[in-house]
């Protein structure tokens, strides 16, 4: 008797845990994705990883960017949807592999709503052989598999991801918390404080990232390249437009990467511009490429009364900066 009463207890117990689990991912996804600023909250670092891959499939969107924090910080969808008339989503992560960036692309080409997909090209830096990924990417969340097949039981794994798992229990509470101390009608541009992405670069914070990556590169290995090439296939079989860009990294880093390896970056430029080359002869849907890592307004900003416009930080843009790039590009509903 005593055992069955602890077993039911043990059982009991768990099945609450479950219950408010699930209850509280529930509550907590509707509240971001009905937020104002919910969409704010794909600038956030945290448990991106897990949850991103739900919120695409729940969002719908028309336009998607891949890449690392660069394009995490740098898109803001709140700020763009109205700006462009265009439903968005921010696929960004934080020190993305080449690998992870490949499939979150592959990933965005293959939802039937997307029409465009911008990708960083600072997230094919490196190396990064096939399947290298951060122990939190999870591959079932995905559209498709690394052959672009569909993935199977997918379905049954956003739902367990959605509603169990403990990413989504760290991503939601993280957004739930950012946008609950936003003041009613307040925009996530006006809380630095909460929104990271926001704030902007002073002269301590360049100097910190001098001396920080003052022995940084900006190159590309053949596994990075692989994935590359791999990713140009995968858009050469999809109705979606694939824009690829160099980020505007601050012209004081750029220096930093020409110093330390300069036919390294032109050699990583040139054979991007290559697999694009091949890639419009051979396809039907075109890739775009553009480079903003050169010398140009934006990245030869000068700190004006102690801060930067455009930067938080030598190498990540800040959401306005965003959007003027996407006009740049030309991105915008079709």
Not at 256 to 267: C, I, T
Not at 303 to 324: C, I, K, M, S
């Amino acid at each position: 008797m005593e055992k069955t009463r602890y077993a039911a207890w043990f059982l009991g117990t768990v099945a609450a845990v479950i219950v408010a689990l699930a209850g509280f991912n529930w509550a907590a996804g509707a509240y971001i994705l009905n937020h104002p600023q919910g969409g704010s909250v794909q600038t956030l670092s945290g448990f991106e990883r897990v949850l991103k891959p739900v919120w695409l499939a729940q969002i719908r969107p028309e336009l998607v960017f891949v890449g690392s924090s660069r394009v995490r910080d740098g898109f803001d969808p709140a700020l763009i949807d109205p700006a462009l008339k265009i439903k968005s989503f921010n696929y960004g992560a934080s020190s993305i592999a080449p690998y992870e960036a490949r499939r979150f692309a592959q990933d965005a080409l293959a939802q039937p709503s997307v029409k465009t997909v911008v990708v960083g090209l600072d997230a094919f830096s490196g190396n990064g052989g096939a399947g290298e990924a951060t122990p939190s990417f999870d591959e079932t969340r995905l559209a498709v598999t690394p052959d672009g097949a569909p993935t199977p039981r997918r379905a049954l794994w956003l739902f367990t991801t959605r509603f169990l798992s403990g990413g989504a229990l760290g991503m939601n509470a993280l957004s739930v918390w950012s946008l609950s101390r936003l003041a009613p009608g307040q925009a996530a541009s006006e809380r630095p404080d909460i929104f990271g992405a926001y704030s902007h670069m002073t002269e301590a914070v360049m100097r910190h990232d001098l001396a920080y990556r003052r022995a940084r590169s900006m190159t590309m290995g053949p596994g990075a390249a692989r994935e590359l090439d791999t990713l140009l296939e995968a858009a050469c079989h999809s109705r979606a437009r694939l824009v690829l860009f160099f980020p505007p990294d601050h012209a004081a880093i750029v220096a930093r990467y020409r110093q330390s390896d300069a036919a390294g970056l032109e050699g990583f430029k040139q054979a991007v511009a290559g697999a694009v080359a091949r890639h419009n002869r051979a396809c039907e849907t075109r890739a775009a490429l553009f480079d903003f890592m050169t010398p140009n307004p934006m990245t030869s900003e000068a700190l004006t009364d102690g801060q930067a416009a455009d930067y938080v930080d030598l190498v990540h843009f800040r959401p306005p900066a965003g959007l003027l790039l996407l006009r740049q590009m030309g991105v915008a509903a079709k």
